[in-house]
């Protein structure tokens, strides 16, 4: 071992260098980026540490930003989420220093990220803001190396604004989940898919006939009703903004409130960004046999306590899937503990989609790498990052549009003609 690590096992290497280049044949936009950026060394001089899932797709992100000369680190930013294979492989193969290994406890957690950051980052690079609150609280020292950093997913956005809120923010945030071409794609179609794919891995059940209850009407609640649906199952949704349930009512789900569809769901998926959305009081009207996972950054959305409180026992029935029977007979399945289960049950996001998630991470980093200091603040991705990450993706996928005619444009900038 050349770099310095904390993995679960370095012989899976191989194994993981195997599954790191298919994802990358799936990311042609992430691949561009890093042949420019292997030319242009845009990163030269910068220190990043990144807490993010530790998948195939962040490899090549690591790689990428490698490329681009900046010395990295990488922890996970979920105990569940890693590839133990994926881990081994950036570090032996890519000499990247990884500290993660799959099933960590919370210590062990905090004692990764803690050792990423031990490396004085210029950027971090966060997935749910679990860096900057650890830099914020704990390692203030850090503050004064950092230019910026960027922030992959909607609850560590709202993180950050809650500290630029109240003046904590002590550094600029650029919030690579706000650019387009990331949570209209990865949050629906990423969540959607890679969400059913987790349920199915880990319960092989039918969907068709069931009714999937999604509690939350977001870009990734979307995604996983219309996949849900996709998949032949009958879907209702839970949502507290009223043009948000209106919208899933008119796209036509059942919309109701928690409590009545507790009795009628046969698998429920959280979505929400919230805390407690399904409770002891709602567990105690389920059906027996219901399913119950989470697609939420956090482990905070279905209250596993109140369960824990009632359960007589509990059984591991498969991997991934544990069984709590009640004292009237009734089992309730919890699936990946809580945990996000796209990426505790399967392996999250699919390739394709991280690609421009990814490239904007990429792309994001280079922008704060190269201008003077931002303003202390959360900062939307520059507007012709987010439509260069587009036309990448569709020149890649071989799909050509048309363009604005001189008559088109200039009726488009006038006012005058009407009727
Ligand atoms: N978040 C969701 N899916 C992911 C993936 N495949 N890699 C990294 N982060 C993710």
């Known amino acids: 071992m050349t770099v310095a690590a904390d993995i679960a096992d370095a012989s899976l290497a191989p ?3 195997l ?11 992430l691949r561009q980026i890093k042949e420019r950026f292997a030319q242009e060394r845009p ?16 490899a090549n992100l690591m790689r990428t930003l490698a490329a681009g000369g900046a010395e990295v680190a990488l922890c996970a930013s979920n105990p569940l989420s890693t590839q133990d294979e994926t881990a081994a492989s950036l570090v032996h193969d890519f000499d990247i220093p990884v500290y993660a290994v799959r099933g960590e406890d919370r210590d062990t957690y905090y004692a990764h990220l803690n050792a990423a950051l031990d490396m004085k980052p210029t950027i971090t690079m966060d997935d749910g803001a679990d ?9 203030t020292d850090l503050v004064e190396h950092i230019i ?12 950050l604004r809650s500290m630029a809120a109240t003046q904590e923010l002590r550094y600029p945030i650029v919030a690579v989940n706000d650019a387009m071409t990331k949570h209209l794609f990865d949050n629906r179609f990423g969540t959607g898919q890679s969400t059913i794919d987790g349920i199915i891995r880990a319960t092989n059940i039918l969907l068709a006939g069931r009714n999937v209850v999604v509690c939350g009407f977001g ?18 949704v839970c949502e507290v903004d009223p043009l948000r349930a209106l919208e899933a009512v008119m796209e ?5 409130s928690i409590a ?6 046969d698998v429920f998926v959280t979505v929400t960004g919230d805390t407690a959305v399904i409770r002891g009081e709602h567990m105690e009207r389920m059906k027996d046999g219901a399913i119950l996972c989470n697609s939420g950054h956090f482990d905070v959305e279905i209250t596993l306590r109140d369960l824990q409180a009632k359960a007589t026992s509990v059984r591991t029935i498969r991997p991934s899937l544990q069984q709590y029977e009640l004292p009237d007979g009734r089992r309730i399945n919890v699936l990946g503990e809580g945990r996000l289960v796209n990426l505790a049950a399967a392996e999250g996001h699919p390739a394709s989609v991280m690609d421009m998630s990814f490239a904007n991470q990429a792309l994001c980093s280079e922008f704060i790498a190269g201008r003077p200091r931002l303003a202390l603040d959360v900062h939307t991705v520059p507007e012709q990052i987010d439509a260069h990450v587009a036309e990448l993706k569709l020149a890649a996928m071989g799909v050509e549009i048309d363009t604005l005619t001189q008559e088109q444009k200039e009726y488009l900038t006038s006012w005058r003609q009407g009727t």
């Open 148 to 159: 910026g950093g960027t922030e992959e997913t909607t609850t560590g956005v709202i993180r």
């Open 15 to 17: 194994a993981g260098k």
């Open 252 to 256: 036509g789900y059942e919309v109701m």
């Open 260 to 265: 009545r569809a507790a009795e009628q769901g």
């Open 219 to 236: 870009m990734c609640g979307r995604g996983v009703a219309m996949r849900a649906h996709g998949m032949g199952a009958r879907v209702t």
């Open 19 to 29: 599954r790191i280049e298919w994802a990358e044949q799936q990311m042609p936009v």
């Open 131 to 139: 860096l900057v609150s650890t830099i914020h609280s704990e390692r």
């Open 43 to 58: 990163l030269e001089g910068q220190r990043l540490a990144a807490c993010l899932h530790v998948t195939t797709e962040t």
